[in-house]
């Protein structure tokens, strides 16, 4: 391909995805959902103006990356601190739950399959997939709502954030037990070395930048420092020990986000991923898309998927903050917002796509979770706000 039709290819993606980002934001869904349904426009499954291709593929890497990183950056590991046990019991069961509920829901659909085999790795991950959680759609009902800062907001997103760490630590050990010529001790061993690792060279790195973000605070050489690293460890996880990279852009996220200017890194980066990276990774997941092995089996399974997705959650999740001696409508506010899936979601079925573990007919399934849980988590949460008004 001439490097002219690439640029063509990209001017088109970058319109085609921000303009039905705008419209999903009309809508008021996630803009997230606009960007995927262009992808799918301009997609090989309707007009066929863009095809998916290996420049694509890299730059929608990088977006997942960026995507991570910008996650990372942005947690408050303070709030973390203070939630304390409640948040990491709610996300264990959050992960927990779907978890088996998904692979149960793979297996009564293609039949069980033995411990160890390929069939059971690909159950397993459509588990992974139903673990992920969006902080962001969360963040956004309950901030529209004026209840983010109360005690079950705080606990949701909170938990929110847990959930997604818990959720990539799961997806990279499923994609290190699915290499053949893996073995169990040596993946566990693998990821124990990389964070263990990661909390030294973490700590170093930490009072490097916080060093020369207070001798040269707010300059330009600080989010790009950041950036390198980020690439760094991304590059480190994967080729040394085997892990996503997007665990090591999270991780290295995580480090930085306790820095003075974590905030301004972020935006540095979100510049990057808003204009050219994350619509080209969103868009991506469209081009993947394909309807052309849709079935009325499949279709079915994606309607038990969504049905499980969110029902699953909801249980998990309220069920462990009512272990947790919340009442039962601040429990069921807890598991209902913690259904909404988004980012999080894609990366980890874009990793299953790249790993062998998902098909590419599977993306309408996950494609379809967002949506549905992204217009009914605002409407049930307000519902469970409305008659009583503190939280």
Known sequence: MESFEILGQLAVIVIAAKFFGLVARKCRAPQVVGEIIAGIL??????GIVNQNEFISYMAEIGVILLMFSAGLGT?????????????????????VPLICGALLYMAFYGAAPWGSEEFYKAVFVGVILTATSVSI???????MGKLSTETGTLIVSAAIIDD?????????????????????????????????????????????????????????????????CFALAYIAEKYFGIADITGAYVAGIILCSINDSDYIERKVDINSYML???????SIGLKTNF????????????????VGMISKIIGCGMAAKAC??????????????????????????????????????????????????????????????????A
Do not use: N, W
């Open 277 to 283: 990276f994350g619509p080209v990774f969103f868009a």
């Open 138 to 144: 969360t963040v956004q009902s309950l901030k529209e």
């Open 325 to 390: 001696r919340l009442s039962t409508r601040d429990s069921l506010k807890v598991g209902v917002g913690m259904m909404t899936r988004g980012e999080v979601a894609l990366i980890v079925s874009q990793k299953g796509l790249s790993a062998g573990l998902l098909d590419s007919s599977y993306f309408t399934c996950v494609i379809l979770l967002i949506v549905v849980s992204s217009i009914l988590t605002p409407i049930l949460l307000k519902i469970l706000y409305l008659k009583k008004k503190t």
């Open 76 to 96: 408050d590991l303070k709030d973390l601190v203070k939630t304390g046990p409640k948040a990491v019991l709610i996300a264990c069961c959050g992960v927990f």
């Open 42 to 47: 301009i997609g090989p499954s309707v007009f």
């Open 292 to 307: 052309d092995k849709m079935t009325a089996s499949l279709f079915l399974f994606a309607v038990c998927f969504v049905l």
């Open 165 to 229: 760490v818990i959720g990539i630590l799961v997806l990279t050990f499923v994609i290190g037990f699915k290499d053949p010529t893996a073995k169990p001790l040596r993946v566990i061993v693998s990821t124990v070395l990389f964070f263990a690792l990661a909390v030294v060279v973490g700590f170093i790195s930490y009072r490097i930048f916080k060093a020369v973000d207070a001798k040269y605070p707010h300059t330009r050489r600080i989010p790009i420092a950041g950036l390198a690293y």
